[in-house]
């Protein structure tokens, strides 16, 4: 029996090579199929998109170093002098955080 269970959560995304953050809210469905398998298809604006922890990339510049941290993470976050204002759509928000020369 094909049997499945849909819930949505959000992630803040912080790239480590550019400073960009975003938020994403994505409705997971975790389907067990005929052999007993479980499986999460992840979808985002009506669409399935990738598992956001399988090879992230920075929407930015197409950074592969990146922080995955619980929703909120990011919106709550005070932008350093200088960094860009939040941008947001029906469920993505972006910042760009100054990260400091090494």
Do not use: K
């Amino acid at each position: 029996m094909n049997t499945s269970t849909i819930v949505h959560e959000a992630y803040s995304f912080v790239c480590l090579s550019c400073g960009h953050g975003w938020e994403r809210a994505y409705e997971i469905h975790h389907v067990t199929d005929l052999h007993g398998n479980q499986v999460c298809h992840y979808y985002h604006d009506g669409g399935r998109v990738p598992s956001p922890f399988t090879r992230p990339r920075c929407e930015q510049c197409e950074g592969n170093r990146l922080r995955i941290l619980r929703a909120g993470r990011v919106a709550s976050a005070t932008p350093p002098t200088g960094a860009s204002a939040p941008t947001s759509g029906p469920s993505v928000r972006h910042w760009h955080l100054r990260l400091p020369r090494r």
